[in-house]
């Protein structure tokens, strides 16, 4: 029987990325459902869970991809309201995962822990974190016992970023304001993790500033120089740039994050009924 998954996005255009992951990983059939709102998903489930024995479910899954966490977030939990009007042998598996957000956030988080053991009671700067990646990279941290700041270039959009957290996730993250060098050198002037998630090819975090402080890892999901972290390369795997310094680059991260998302597809079809929440894809990077 083929392994067939629904990709659900609620833009206009699949992600090819998750959908060459999806072939990668064993899927047979990969189905794309674009444009997709909560309203239009009714009849997606109906449709994978009648069509089939329901000792065969297993073999049809359901992939929420698209770039926003919100709008994802909104889908599955319409997916469960769903499920819940249905008997329970009728369920299939379903992952979440917008803008590589919960597998990209879950390998960096990893490396981090990886890097110092034990998270908790640390502080932690999310620079240029208010994107999906920079939110569940906070909301990890602080899920870790980590005093997460998380910062934009206007406050407000910070402040609103961490309200939300707080709503989803039920975790305190701190907002700040940090627009140029004098703010970036207050946010990170006392934390001991420092993250930039910033768009590509921009510098955020110069070694003049890390080098006054005992930051202890400082991570950068930017793979298009240069860096978002000076000093920090691509490929840097936690590797001492600095004494006390360890440094992990967006290609060491990205490695972890595209095992994780092989292996949460192929999870999707050991059994059926399974949701891939934050939690899980973060149990999956963690047993890789």
Not at 32 to 50: E, K, L, Q, W
Not at 218 to 242: L, Q
Request: aromatic residues 6%; proline residues 3%.
């Amino acid at each position: 029987m083929k392994k067939i998954l629904a990709y659900v996005t609620p833009e206009k255009h699949a992600s090819v990325f998750d959908v060459i992951v999806a072939y990668d990983s064993g899927a047979d059939v990969v189905v794309p459902y674009t444009d997709i709102n909560a309203g239009d998903m009714r009849d997606i489930i109906h449709s994978c869970v009648f069509t089939r024995h329901p000792d065969d479910l297993k073999n049809t899954a359901i992939f929420i991809g698209g770039h926003d966490v919100d709008r994802g977030e909104e889908l599955i939990n319409f997916i469960l309201k769903t499920f819940n009007e249905l008997s329970d042998i009728s369920r299939v598996s379903v992952a979440i995962d917008p803008d590589g957000a919960y597998t990209t956030s879950s390998a960096c988080v990893v490396k981090i822990k990886n890097s110092l053991k034990e998270l908790s009671g640390l502080n932690s700067t999310i620079l240029a974190g208010t994107g999906p990646v920079g939110q569940i990279i906070s909301v990890l941290l602080a899920k870790e016992g980590s005093n997460v700041t998380l910062t934009s270039r206007k406050f407000e959009r910070a402040k609103n970023v961490c309200g939300m957290i707080k709503r989803r996730y039920n975790v305190e993250i701190k907002p700040f304001e940090a627009k140029n060098d004098e703010t970036i050198e207050k946010a990170v002037s006392d934390s001991d993790i420092v993250v930039t998630t910033g768009l590509e090819g921009v510098q955020i975090l110069p070694r003049e500033i890390w080098l006054k402080f005992p930051i202890k890892v400082m991570a950068d999901v930017n793979a298009v120089p240069p860096y978002g972290v000076e000093g920090v390369d691509a490929r840097d795997d936690c590797r001492e740039i600095e004494k006390g310094k360890i440094g992990i680059g967006a290609l060491a991260i990205g490695n972890l994050k595209m095992k994780c998302h092989h292996e949460l597809v192929r999870n999707l079809f050991k059994e059926k009924g399974v949701i891939f929440d934050l939690e899980k894809v973060y149990g999956i990077a963690e047993s890789i």
